[in-house]
């Protein structure tokens, strides 16, 4: 009965619910992120490749040999550097696009959490930090214009 009752607070401390949804949205975004990539951003690299296709690019070390029927006796062995490449080159431009849409979001997220700019609402929390920022600012101030000889 231990396993239930840990399963139950789990559950109710929101352990789960937070982690759900965090799998939901990443996956979310992970549709999204692939679809710009495939969408946006590849074809003018396509163009700008003229079409070519990296997934096909292999080093043969042993040609392969065919029967007349189309069936292979021997088969090729080849290094395919071509699909690194292409995969590596998909890597920088996930991660560049992510990097993008992440500097994108941090912008309004600095907007939502200063808390001089009155057009947005500020987390109580944020609020909270930022009046404390300020009451130690001044308690420093005061202590250095009391002592001003220690450092």
């Not at 969408?39 to 490749?49: R, Y």
């Amino acid at each position: 009965m231990g396993i239930l009752k840990e399963f139950k607070e789990f559950a109710i401390k929101g352990n789960m619910v937070d982690m759900a949804v965090g799998i939901i949205i990443g996956t979310a975004f992970n549709s999204v992120v692939n679809t710009l990539v495939k969408e946006v951003v590849m074809p003018p690299l396509s163009l700008m490749t003229d079409g070519i296709e990296f997934a096909n690019r292999k080093w043969v070390l042993r040609e392969g040999v065919a029967e007349a029927e189309g069936t292979q006796l021997v088969e090729e062995v080849a290094i395919g550097y071509g699909a690194l490449i292409e995969a590596f080159l998909d890597f920088l431009i996930i991660g560049f696009t992510i990097f993008l849409v992440i500097k994108f979001m941090n912008r309004f997220r600095k907007k939502a959490q200063d808390p001089e700019d009155k057009r947005e609402v500020t987390p109580k929390d944020i609020e909270l930090l930022s009046k404390m920022n300020q009451l130690m600012e001044e308690q420093n101030q005061l202590f250095k214009n009391n002592y001003p000889n220690k450092k």
